[in-house]
């Protein structure tokens, strides 16, 4: 099983600011991250930036997203298939997906262990990383209150194994919740976002958007999870993928 450490071998810049739709593939061209999802690390601002991924340029001409399927790599998983993503995205209002061009499930190198996440938004696309083949994170340092909450609401639990170190351990039917419901929800509020530049402002957005168009909209009045049809959906506009 991978260890997280509490530290980062690259250097993720802020982006730019976002503007309107007409002017996104402009912006996005110059290669800019925008964010990610980290996995119990924290985004050290002072070492070189090294892109994670291959650059997907941005077409803007596009009525729909791409979802690319990478393999996983040995002893990963990915968390969804094509078709939740698509059926997911479906459920969100279309105005959201139209400057979303590539949903890539990408694999994990040795290079990404390095800085682990969940997720990041670079560009017009989304990516969403695989996760332990046992479902099992290990962390070297105790989970914040936020990444508590975060895991109650969705079924994962935080375990301490020894003095300094602690296990997130997940169930399918957790996991692919929090995938489906935050992860993927919140990449998409950073792609939409179009006000905020400073790295605080943007997450907050993201997470704020993870909530409102995530977990809330995924919950019945009772609290439990709605389920999301897998068959596809037409509609006007373009898709994007994570």
């Known amino acids: 099983m991978r260890i ?7 250097r993720l810049p802020q982006s730019l600011p976002h503007r309107a739709s007409a002017n996104v593939a402009t912006d996005r061209r ?5 964010n990610q999802r980290v996995r119990g690390i924290q985004r050290n601002l002072m070492l070189p930036f090294a892109p994670p991924e291959d650059w997907h340029e941005p077409k803007g001409a596009s009525d729909s997203y791409k979802v690319l399927l990478q393999t996983p790599g040995a002893g990963f998983r990915h968390v969804l298939k094509p078709e939740e993503i698509r059926s997911r995205l479906a459920q969100v209002p279309p ?3 139209r400057s979303l061009e590539v949903v890539q499930l990408s694999r994990m190198t040795r290079k990404k262990q390095g800085f682990p996440c969940y997720g990041i938004q670079w ?11 046992n479902l099992v994170e290990r962390h070297h340092a105790p989970p914040t209150p936020r990444q508590l ?22 169930t399918e039917h957790a996991l692919r919740d929090f995938y489906l419901n935050n992860i993927l929800i919140h990449e998409l509020g950073h792609l939409v976002d179009s006000r905020n530049t400073r790295y605080t402002d943007r997450e907050r957005y993201a997470e704020w958007f993870a909530v409102e168009y995530g977990y809330k909209r995924s919950r019945r009045p009772d609290g439990t ?16 993928k994570a």
Request: glycine share 10%; net charge positive.
């Open 4 to 10: 997280r450490t509490t530290r980062t071998g690259l």
């Open 30 to 34: 110059r290669g800019m991250l925008a």
């Open 95 to 97: 105005q959201f997906l």
């Open 123 to 133: 560009g017009a696309a989304i990516y969403l990383y695989p996760i332990e083949d």
């Open 149 to 170: 909450t975060e895991a109650r609401m969705y079924g994962g639990l935080w375990q301490q194994e020894s003095a300094n170190l602690w296990k997130l351990v997940w």
């Open 225 to 240: 999870q709605a389920t999301f049809s897998t068959r596809r959906h037409a509609r006007k506009g373009r898709q994007r």
